[in-house]
């Protein structure tokens, strides 16, 4: 069976200073892997995703993600936060068998930003 | 114009009761979900129905169910409301019903406290 897995519960981050979230995935094939975000007391918004061809993925709010098929791994960076960043945010991987698509969602990684 | 809209927003009820949350997009999708999010942040699919015929079913307890009266709506009852049923139920949608692959956008959520 497919999982995901965000090994950082929360992170804190000082604004301007660079950030990774770290996920890591099991799945038996090419995965379709996704980053949303949900910020407070809001519904989740993708950010990026990866399905094939280029690893480096651009997203938008200036987010980025690498596909590392040997590390079985979707990082998401960011090369300066912004206050407005502090959210929850969520790996999500896409199983894609006919009759049951469906995403499977990490845990979650809760970003908290400081002055 | 909001794209996927809930009501409402809060719901606090007793145990015992029955209740229903209510979900419509305007995005023209022809598959829609609902999704559990657990005190932890966990996110966990319930069901999705692609043009009013139910996909998939998640282990749901059969207190829970969807209807799906046209292809923009989708609504939750709940009947004989537990205590761990409190949670946040999202709604989502998608273009098609390759949910593994397709952007899936969110509504703003439901907070439901059983007391």
């Known amino acids: 069976a497919q999982s995901v897995t965000q090994p950082d519960i929360h992170i804190t981050v000082s604004e301007g200073a660079s950030l990774e979230l770290r996920c890591n995935y099991s799945y038996g094939a090419t995965p379709y892997l996704f980053w949303y975000v949900q910020s407070p007391g809001q519904g989740l918004q993708l950010l990026l995703k990866y399905f094939s061809g280029d690893t480096l993925v651009q997203g938008i709010k200036g987010f980025e993600a690498e596909f590392k098929r040997s590390q079985s791994s979707f990082n998401l960076r960011k090369p300066s936060v912004h206050w407005s960043d502090a959210a929850e945010y969520f790996c999500?991987?896409?199983?894609?068998?006919?009759?049951?698509?469906?995403?499977?969602f990490g845990t979650g990684t809760r970003l908290t930003i400081i002055p | 114009d909001t794209a996927v809209s809930q009501t409402p927003k809060y719901l606090v009820t007793q145990m015992g009761n029955d209740k229903s949350i209510k979900c419509e997009q305007n995005l023209g999708h022809d598959t829609m979900y609902w999704y559990k999010q657990d005190s932890k942040k966990f996110l966990k699919i319930m069901f999705s129905?692609?043009?009013?015929?139910?996909?998939i079913n998640e282990t749901v307890p059969n207190r829970f169910s969807p209807k799906s009266p046209d292809k923009a709506h989708l609504n939750l009852h709940i009947n004989s409301l537990e205590l761990g049923d409190s949670a946040v139920y999202f709604c989502a949608s998608s273009p098609r019903l390759a949910g593994a692959r397709e952007t899936q956008y969110f509504g703003p959520g439901t907070r439901l406290l059983v007391l």
């Open positions: 999500a991987v896409g199983l894609s068998n006919f009759g049951n698509e469906k995403l499977t």
């Open positions: 129905y692609n043009n009013k015929e139910l996909i």
